[in-house]
């Protein structure tokens, strides 16, 4: 879904790493603040990133998760808004930090870039739509299958696939509570569609995760 310096030209992926500065993030730190001014466009080079919303005193919901790559927050920063979540570091990270008159810029240089950011925030969209429905109308079996397939889309495609990230997390993805998804994923586990390997789920039935994600 997302804009990556991976599926850029040469020209244009040395293009934004000149335009930016690298700065390094320790593992729960944060990176920008929700209702902070969007003034820089961030692009993921190392470690993973996850976006939250917090509704209320200890209690989040995670609205997106960027590897290496890829950018995110680029529609408050294309016209000028506000972050409209918070950004911190899952593990070890690095990011490209692009200020936003330069990144305009480069938007009214380069078509390459034009139309992938266009791309990307067409399939932001369908993907919230998406997620929407599934939080409204699905049951928390639906929900965390939904957010497996989600997260088996930024990890290789060779299967089984394992997924590399805590219960909490999927937990936040999902919309539910931590002991609930604990049990969904113990269902899971029951029904052959995943297994527990120390602690971590690996997917090997996509083709039954799907079923059960579009039932």
Request: net charge neutral; proline share 5%.
């Amino acid at each position: 879904m997302n804009a990556s310096l991976d599926t850029f030209s040469p020209e244009l992926r040395e293009m934004l790493l000149k335009s930016g500065r690298k700065r390094s993030f320790g593992e729960g730190q944060e990176i920008l603040a929700g209702g902070e001014k969007a003034d820089l466009l961030p692009i993921v080079l190392s470690g993973r990133i996850k976006m939250l919303h917090f509704l209320e005193p200890g209690k989040e919901v995670i609205i997106g998760i960027f590897g290496p790559g890829e950018m995110f927050a680029v529609p408050p920063v294309f016209d000028g808004g506000v972050y409209p979540a918070t950004a911190i570091a899952m593990e070890e990270s690095q990011l490209l930090l692009i200020e936003r008159t330069r990144f305009l810029e480069l938007l009214r240089q380069s078509s390459e870039l034009s139309f992938a950011v266009i791309s990307w925030m067409s399939a932001m969209l369908r993907d919230k739509t998406a997620t929407i429905q599934n939080l409204a109308t699905a049951s928390p079996d639906h929900r965390v299958a939904n957010v497996l397939l989600k997260l088996i889309e930024k990890e290789p495609r060779d299967h089984p696939v394992r997924i590399n990230l805590r219960r909490q997390d999927i937990a936040r993805m999902a919309g539910l509570t931590t002991e609930t998804t604990i049990r969904v994923i113990r269902r899971l586990a029951t029904g052959g569609l995943v297994t527990i390997d120390h602690g971590k789920i690996i997917v090997g039935d996509l083709t039954g995760l799907k079923r059960l994600a579009e039932s």
